[in-house]
């Protein structure tokens, strides 16, 4: 299976309970938010580690916490996200 391919299966798992997670303490915060934006930023400068592995001891890890809570948090946008093919919209979420 190809990193792409692992990613995209781990996401779709993922992102469903950082949203449950979210939806039960009331929806994105102000931090959550801020959160999300940092995550840009950390994928920009840092991605190729998310995807292909290596950096520090757990960066890999943190980087897809960290992007799964994103895609989460976007997730609560009136229409959802797309992305690694996959639709993630919060209000049509149980």
């Known amino acids: 299976m190809s990193n792409h391919a692992l990613l995209t299966t781990s996401m779709q798992a993922a992102v469903p309970l950082h949203i449950m997670r979210l939806k039960e303490k009331g929806g994105p ?18 991605g190729d580690v998310l995807l292909f592995g290596g950096g520090k001891k757990g960066e890999a890890a943190d980087q897809f916490n960290r992007t799964a809570h994103a895609i989460a948090v976007l997730s ?7 992305i690694f093919g996959t639709t993630f919209d919060a209000e049509k979420m149980p």
């Not at 801020?34 to 840092?46: F, V, Y």
């Not at 609560?76 to 797309?82: H, L, N």
């Open 29 to 46: 915060t102000d931090e959550d938010m801020s959160e999300a934006r940092k995550t840009s930023d950390i994928l920009g400068e840092r």
């Open 76 to 82: 609560f946008c009136p229409g959802g996200v797309t």
